[in-house]
């Protein structure tokens, strides 16, 4: 049972546009929902994440979109860069994330075109 | 800090051999975590620990897997015997409990081909 849905599975933008990446959920008892993105050869770091008191966190040029009644909350990179060019994952947990078990979906390739 | 080292990077042996994989957390972080990542079935949690003890082993895909943190800078995850379907990357991660922004700490993986 696929807990954390993603869409879609990759991705080709070119640079200065916007990536868009959606993720679905199904336990209405996740209360936390990072992102990670991914190196290759490296691990996961955390990109950004929202709690659902609120509908959206902007940092930087990363924006999630969060909303509670359609369990989806969604990741969008505004001017994309060649730089981006990773894999990004949502998550989500219950409790706090960092002493909680993330429950992740299955990732997007993000390819920036220069 | 050095963040969170794994040992082997790379480690390739035959099926039916017994496989160590080596992990040591960031220091003063207090909860460990192993995942397996795949192609086909993504990032997995596997076993958790805090404070040095396992929560939660429900991903541990079955009795050939064991994971040990006999303290809190270091642990292991073993594979015995080890069979062609374990190869992927694996990966342990650590992080400080109820620490804002609640951010796990990767390492960088270690990739196991079973041949």
């Known amino acids: 049972q696929q807990q954390v849905k993603q869409s879609p599975q990759s991705l080709i933008v070119q640079k200065g546009g916007i990536s868009i990446i959606n993720c679905a959920y199904e336990?209405?008892?996740?209360?936390?929902f990072p992102w990670y993105q991914q190196f290759p050869g490296k691990g996961p770091a955390l990109l950004i994440a929202?709690?659902?008191?609120?509908s959206e966190k902007k940092e930087g040029r990363f924006t999630i979109s969060f909303n509670k009644s359609a369990k989806q909350f969604s990741l969008h990179i505004m001017d994309s860069q060649p730089g981006d060019s990773a894999t990004y994952f949502c998550a989500a947990s219950k409790g706090q994330g960092g002493s909680e078990k993330l429950v992740f979906g299955k990732g997007m390739k993000l390819t920036v075109n220069p | 800090d050095a963040g969170v080292i794994q040992s082997p990077r790379h480690e390739v042996t035959e099926m039916g051999q017994e496989v160590t994989l080596r992990c040591k957390p960031i220091?003063?972080?207090?909860?460990l975590f192993w995942y397996r990542q795949t192609m086909m079935r993504g990032l997995e949690l596997l076993i958790y620990?805090?404070?040095?003890?396992?929560?939660?082993d429900s991903g541990m895909p079955e009795d050939r897997f064991s994971a040990k943190m006999p303290n809190a800078s270091f642990s292991t995850l073993k594979i015995q015997p080890s069979e062609p379907r374990d190869s992927a990357v694996y990966f342990c991660?650590?992080?400080?409990?109820?620490?804002?922004?609640?951010?796990?700490?990767f390492g960088p993986g270690t990739r196991l081909t079973v041949t």
């Open positions: 620990f805090n404070n040095n003890v396992p929560i939660d």
């Open positions: 336990n209405t008892a996740f209360d936390y």
């Open positions: 220091s003063g972080h207090d909860y």
């Open positions: 929202i709690r659902p008191d609120v």
């Open positions: 991660a650590s992080s400080l409990g109820g620490s804002l922004p609640y951010e796990q700490y």
